[in-house]
């Protein structure tokens, strides 16, 4: 059994620029949220895709956007990028049914905006 | 809007000894599930322990167990025989179920074992 997997590790950008972070979700999972972890807090919820569609969205603005292909891998954007987007985001698949067990974390992207 | 809170920023333990973290949410439903995750220097979230909400037993994994008060909204976490690997930061979350399956996290405690 796979685990999540998130490509890439690190990365620099520099303001006003696109970044696209990808993400495999574990095998038998069918449903990818997004989390923003800002330097020594907590993560934050940004989306979960479900069936190849946004199924939730948390406080982040439009420049934030997802994509879930049918494979349940996933993409998330990020576009004109700002100093404050500069976090470590993670992806976690889970399986979606009636019980639900919590999530399958990667190990991040480490994004630095300059 | 759902809430969780961990008072304890930073703390430490010795070797071998028992310690707790604290952590309180705020909810207004009734089907939803508690976590403890862990996470060390190597950044991956992994899952410590997890309590469905209308359970009354208190769950429990190896050296970890929790503390579930649902009345009181409060869900600690022991950490028993506490290792030098279970350094790391500890985060209380809460499973959302009302509509999607949000996580919401506390702000994690720092846990430092101590040799």
């Known amino acids: 059994e796979t685990g999540v997997t998130q490509s890439p590790t690190h990365l620099i950008k520099t303001r006003g620029q696109q970044v696209t972070l990808r993400c495999s979700s574990q095998?038998?999972?069918?449903?990818v949220s997004w989390y923003q972890q800002a330097l020594g807090q907590g993560p934050q919820f940004i989306f979960q895709y479900y069936r190849e569609e946004e199924n939730g969205r948390g406080n982040f603005p439009p420049r934030f956007s997802g994509l879930q292909f049918p494979n349940y891998s996933s993409e998330l954007n990020v576009n004109a990028l700002e100093l404050d987007d500069s976090a470590l985001y993670l992806c976690?698949?889970?399986?979606?049914?009636?019980?639900?067990?919590?999530?399958?974390f990667g190990s991040g992207t480490r994004l630095t905006v300059v | 809007a759902q809430t969780v809170t961990q008072s304890q920023p930073e703390m430490s333990v010795q070797e071998a000894e028992t310690v707790t973290l604290s952590c309180t949410y705020d909810t207004s439903e009734s089907n939803y599930y508690l976590f403890w995750y862990k996470q060390p220097p190597s950044r991956q979230m992994i899952l410590v322990i997890r309590?469905?909400?209308?359970?009354?037993q208190n769950a429990t994994e190896n050296r970890f167990s929790v503390n579930f008060q649902k009345a009181a909204k409060s869900f600690s976490l022991k950490i028993s025989d506490s290792q030098l690997g279970d350094t790391a930061m500890y985060f209380c979350?809460?499973?959302?179920?009302?509509?999607?399956?949000?996580?919401?996290f506390g702000p994690g405690t720092s846990l430092s074992v101590i040799p």
């Open positions: 979350a809460f499973l959302d179920k009302t509509s999607y399956d949000k996580v919401i």
């Open positions: 309590q469905e909400a209308y359970k009354q």
């Open positions: 976690a698949s889970s399986f979606m049914g009636r019980r639900t067990y919590g999530y399958t």
């Open positions: 095998s038998g999972h069918n449903t």
